[in-house]
């Protein structure tokens, strides 16, 4: 009876309004079965015709039972059993038993419940889909001619918008000019307005506070963050669990025996002279009693509904299976740059170690070395150049060495900069890198043409919110966290005591990294490797689930992360894992719903006499009952909640 997320018609334009559940094709068809029930019962009571009331509960019959029909004989026909053909069966033949009004209430309560649960996955649907309205259909582009409304959707990057207090941004961009205050919670779910600046990241779909800003398009409509949600969850929501593969590999095994059972439980009291009529009764109640409604639908609504809320207060979980394993993380190791700090880190400290190279032109090559780099450390090294003013040089056979460095020919120099570790051949590193390392500072070397020509070093901020997620996830998870890094373990260390991680595994290359995460695995450890940087993707892959921090995450480790952390707030990972575990909870808990009240009311239909309208609502009402528990995690309370 569940009807997956996205075989629903799309939701048309992307700006439309939310699906009027009215206007859902499950509700429409038990609406009308109903008014023909309640009429036909009307006229049955007031003494009408027979013809005449036979008439309106045949006309229940097709109305609310025509879909399900022709949707079970499809599957018939590709050779597997819908438990849909099986209450339609059964009403039919509580009708050829003359039981008209059994058969009809049943065809009701029978098309009642589809129509709650396609209510209950159409929300699901909306509070995605709903992002997509966020995005105002127009904005307002400066140009040479002046203020010019356009299409939002056809704004391209490089264009400058103008967004006037209490407006809502028409794409993702960066300020250019203008201080305001702008209401995030519909991306990243921060609950307050958050300052944005000049050189201010700001997302399509935002609301402007009490300031004017202009904004430089970054994005193309098609890749702003809010349709990057929507996409990465549909996505998800079209994967179906572990549970959920399982549960409909067992059902079509299930549905049939449950033939076979209702033929034995008609056919063998007429072998011992029971009456026709009664056995066929008893044997109708027990094929809908018995069928597997209920446990089918346990399973995917708490999924997409702990999918979705994570999705709107800021984390995406790219399926239903990703959800399910979040659910049973046992560890959790960090990178450190760019996810335990900021990723913004500053150059702290020039020391050339040559004569060849004072310390502006050593930073020079360094900066025009590492131009072409993504790395933090190399956007550090280029700002510090140009805040200086230092004119840098073309760089030429640009290579990236991830977790050792960068090599580039500059000036006609061989210029290599990178970690000391890997890029240092002797054991008695100069004394300028151990004082910065014991510092906590991150250093890197600088080789010209093979030799040693300086240290720069850098110190990078620790994430406020860094301390408190670490102890969150021990109290959550019963083990403290891991530090993987390619750092200097000095500057490990001094990170590490500071946000309280006591396992620290420092200069790290990415395949260590992969190494550390398998050993856990196989020691029987349930990793989430929470990472940002090219670096991190070959471990985000490895593990058991992979967490990329999504602000400031390189587009292979967004790629290859199983879930993303759109506003890169630490304690929101806690938070998700706990709602996984609650989501895995309420499928044990549905699961064991539904398996109550089937074996109740079989064991009540064989041994004693139950009533085919009291089967029929209890066998319906365990699916209602299922899907509801499992949409309560839609709430935005369930998030709160969470942990």
């Known amino acids: 009876m569940t009807t997956p997320l996205l075989d629903r018609p799309p939701a048309a334009p992307a700006r439309a309004a939310r699906t009027r559940l009215s206007a859902l094709p499950e509700v429409r068809w038990a609406a009308l079965a109903t008014v023909l029930f309640a009429a036909g019962l009307l006229a049955h009571a007031a003494g009408a015709p027979a013809w005449l009331w036979w ?307 050593l930073l020079t090559l360094a900066a025009a070395a590492e131009h072409a780099s993504e790395h933090p450390v190399a956007r550090a090294l280029v700002a510090a150049a140009a805040h200086r003013g230092l004119i840098l040089p073309a760089a030429t056979d640009f290579a990236a060495l991830p977790g050792r460095g960068v090599r580039a020919l500059v000036d006609g120099h061989d210029v290599q900069v990178g970690s000391p570790a890997h890029l240092l051949d002797t054991t008695e590193p100069p004394a300028v890198l151990a004082e910065s390392e014991s510092a906590g500072h991150t250093a890197v070397v600088v080789l010209i043409d093979g030799t040693l020509a300086g240290v720069l070093t850098t110190t990078d901020r620790l994430r406020p919110a860094a301390p408190a997620a670490v102890a969150t996830l021990t109290r959550l998870t019963g083990t403290p966290p891991i530090l993987l890094t390619g750092d200097n373990p000095r500057a490990a260390r001094t990170l590490a005591d500071r946000v309280g991680i006591t396992d620290v595994r420092a200069s790290l290359l990415p395949q260590d990294k992969v190494t550390a995460v398998t050993a856990l695995e196989a020691a029987g450890h349930r990793v989430a490797l929470v990472g940002d940087g090219i670096n991190d993707a070959p471990a985000l892959a490895a593990a058991h689930t992979g967490i990329a921090m999504g602000r400031t995450g390189s587009d292979l480790a967004l790629d290859t992360a199983d879930a993303v952390v759109v506003r890169d707030d630490l304690t929101t990972i806690p938070t998700v894992l706990a709602l996984a575990r609650r989501a895995k909870r309420l499928v044990a808990t549905n699961l064991a719903i539904a398996a109550t009240f089937i074996a109740v009311l079989v064991t009540w239909d064989l041994l004693g006499d139950l009533p085919l309208p009291l089967g029929v609502a209890g066998h319906e009402g365990s699916t209602v009952i299922v899907g509801l528990n499992g949409m309560r995690l839609l709430t935005s309370r369930a998030w709160r909640t969470a942990h």
Request: glycine share 10%.
């Open 55 to 361: 008439s309106l509960y045949l006309g229940c019959y097709v109305g609310g039972g025509w879909e399900p029909a022709v949707a079970g004989l499809r599957a018939l026909r590709e050779k597997t059993l819908d438990v849909d053909l099986l209450m339609i069966v059964a009403a039919l033949g509580a009708a050829a038993i003359g039981q008209i009004l059994d058969g009809a209430l049943l065809i009701v309560i029978f098309a009642t419940s589809g129509a709650l649960e396609a209510v209950l996955t159409q929300r699901t649907a909306d509070s995605v889909r709903g992002l997509l309205t966020l995005a105002p259909d127009r904005a307002s582009v400066l140009d040479d001619g002046g203020e010019r409304l356009v299409d939002a959707a056809d704004l391209v990057p490089g264009q400058v918008i103008v967004v006037r207090p209490g407006e809502r941004i028409g794409a993702d961009g960066t300020v250019l000019a203008g201080d305001s205050e702008v209401d995030q919670a519909s991306i990243t779910g921060e609950p307050l307005p958050v300052p944005r600046h000049v050189g201010d990241e700001v997302f399509a779909g935002t609301v402007n506070g009490t300031g004017m800003l202009r904004v430089r398009v970054d994005r193309a409509a098609a890749d702003s963050v809010v349709a990057r949600i929507v996409a990465m969850v549909e996505r998800a929501s079209a994967t179906k669990a572990g549970a959920q593969l399982f549960i409909e590999k067992v059902e079509q095994w299930y549905s049939a025996g449950v033939v076979a059972a209702t033929l034995a439980v008609f056919l063998l009291p007429l072998a011992f002279g029971a009456d026709p009529r009664a056995a066929l009764l008893r044997a109708m109640t027990f094929m809908i009693v018995a069928s597997p409604c209920a446990v089918v639908l346990a399973t995917m609504p708490p999924l997409l509904a702990a999918m979705a809320t994570a999705g709107r207060h800021g984390v995406l979980v790219k399926s239903a299976v990703v959800l399910e394993r979040l659910g049973t993380v046992t560890t959790v190791a960090f990178d450190k740059t760019g996810t335990l700090t900021l990723g913004t880190p500053e150059l702290s400290g020039v020391h050339s170690l040559s004569p060849a190279a004072d310390g502006d032109r």
